[in-house]
C-alpha cells in the first residue's frame, strides 16, 4: 500500500483524498465503526472570513476549493453559502468595518441595520456579509465522503480496526499487519496511542464545546450567522484598531461570555432545525458535563441577534471536542516515511484538505495542479 492513513474524520479523509488523487494506492484504518469525534459534532462550517492571516486563512481558501468539487461529486448538499457576522454594538460595527477595507475583506459587504434580512434583529448595528463560506451537514457528509472516496478512487476501509504500532513498511493493527510504504497518523483528541513522544512536543490540550439543536423556528437563514463575540475570537479580527474597544464593552457587559469562551455560531439544518454553539473549556481531560448556565450564555447571545421565540425547544445537546495547542495545525515527521497531522485550533473541517496536500508534498509526492 502507498499510503495508510490513521484516522477516518476529516483529517484522515482529506489525506486520503490527497493521496489518492496523487494517484497512490490508500487504506485508511479506524478504530471506530464510523467518524465519531470532532469531525461529525460541529457545524461543518467553513470558515473563511476571520481566519488569521497566512497559512490558516489561505489553507481555508483552498480547502473551501476542494469542499466545493467533493459536494458536487460526492452528492454531499451544500446547505449554507456565505457567513453574517451580526454587529450588535457600534465598536462592533467599526471593526467590521475596519476588516471589510482590508485585503481578507475582499468580497465582503457591510450591511446597514435597513439591509439586514430576516430573521436577524433590526435593533442590530449592522452586519459584515461575506460570500465565501459554504456549510454541510457534517454526520452526514463524514460517510457521504468516506463511500466517495471508496467507490471513486479506490480507497479501502478498515473500520473497527486499532491501529496499535508503525514500523518500517508496515502497520501493525488489531487485524493483523497492512504494508505501508508511508503512514499517516491523524489522531485527533487521542495523545498517547502512536508516537507520543512527538505530540507531546506541541503540548496539545482538549477543548470541550456546548453544542445544541433547537427545533425549527419557522424561518430560513440566509447563510451562517456570528456575531460581536466572535470578532474578538477570531484572528482575523486582531489587528482591528477598533477590536480594544469592542473588548472592553464586552469585558463589562458580557463577562460570563468570555469567562466560559462563549461566541455565537448559528447554522441550519435541512430540516429547519439549527445548531447552536459554542462555549470552550480546555483541560487535558475535560470533564464530560454540560452546565446549563453554559446552555443559557449561548442561548442569551443567539436570542440578541436572532428574532428566536424564547419557548422554542432545544431538542439535542452534545459535547463538541477537539485539540487545541498554541498553534493552528502541525505535520511532524516521527520517522522518514511517517508524519503526524493534528488541527489544533479548531479549524479541521476549514483547513484539513489543504494541509493533507502540504502532507503529501512533504513526502515529495507531487500533487496535481489545482483546476
Not at 166 to 173: H, K
Not at 199 to 208: Q, S
Not at 226 to 245: E, F, T
Amino acid at each position: 500500500m502507498d499510503v495508510v492513513v490513521i484516522g477516518a474524520g476529516i483529517v484522515g479523509l482529506a489525506h486520503a483524498l490527497a493521496a489518492a488523487r496523487a494517484g497512490l494506492s490508500v487504506t485508511v484504518i479506524e478504530r471506530e465503526a464510523r467518524a465519531n469525534g470532532a469531525s461529525v459534532r460541529n457545524f461543518g462550517f467553513v470558515t473563511i472570513t476571520g481566519q488569521p492571516a497566512g497559512e490558516t486563512w489561505r489553507r481555508a481558501v483552498r480547502s473551501r476549493e476542494i469542499w466545493a468539487e467533493v459536494c458536487a461529486a460526492a452528492g454531499i448538499p451544500v446547505l449554507h453559502r456565505g457567513l453574517l457576522m451580526a454587529a450588535r454594538r457600534p465598536e462592533a460595527r467599526a471593526v467590521i468595518e475596519e476588516f471589510a477595507q482590508g485585503p481578507m475583506g475582499e468580497g465582503c459587504r457591510i450591511l446597514s441595520p435597513g439591509e439586514l434580512p430576516r430573521p436577524l434583529r433590526r435593533t442590530l448595528a449592522g452586519a459584515l456579509a461575506s460570500p465565501h463560506e459554504l456549510r454541510v451537514e457534517p454526520r452526514e457528509a463524514l460517510p457521504r465522503l468516506a463511500a466517495w472516496l471508496e467507490a471513486h478512487h479506490g480507497v479501502q476501509f478498515r473500520w473497527r480496526t486499532h491501529a496499535w504500532a508503525i514500523a518500517r513498511g508496515r502497520v501493525e493493527t488489531s487485524r493483523g499487519p497492512i504494508a505501508a510504504a508511508r503512514v499517516v497518523i491523524c489522531p485527533g483528541n487521542e495523545f498517547l496511542a502512536l508516537c507520543p513522544e512527538t505530540i507531546a512536543a506541541f503540548r496539545p490540550v482538549r477543548c470541550k464545546l456546548a453544542m445544541l439543536r433547537l427545533a425549527d423556528p419557522g424561518w430560513r437563514l440566509p447563510a451562517a450567522v456570528m456575531s460581536d463575540l466572535g470578532l474578538v475570537r477570531y484572528g482575523g479580527y486582531r489587528h482591528a484598531a477598533s477590536l480594544p474597544d469592542l473588548r472592553s464593552r464586552l469585558e463589562s457587559e458580557q463577562p460570563a461570555h468570555l469567562a466560559q469562551g462563549v461566541h455565537l455560531i448559528v447554522v441550519q439544518s435541512a430540516d429547519g432545525t439549527l445548531v447552536v454553539g459554542d462555549s470552550h473549556d480546555y483541560a487535558d481531560t475535560p470533564d464530560p458535563f454540560l452546565a446549563a448556565e453554559t446552555e443559557a450564555l449561548i442561548l442569551d447571545e443567539a436570542r440578541a441577534v436572532l428574532d428566536l421565540d424564547p419557548a422554542l425547544p432545544v431538542i439535542e445537546r452534545w459535547v463538541g471536542e477537539y485539540p487545541a495547542a498554541t498553534i493552528p495545525a502541525f505535520i511532524a515527521a516521527p520517522t522518514p516515511e511517517s508524519r503526524v497531522v493534528m488541527v489544533t485550533s479548531g479549524t479541521g473541517m476549514s483547513t484539513a484538505f489543504a494541509l493533507a496536500e502540504e502532507t503529501l508534498a512533504s513526502f515529495g509526492v507531487t500533487m496535481p495542479v489545482p483546476a
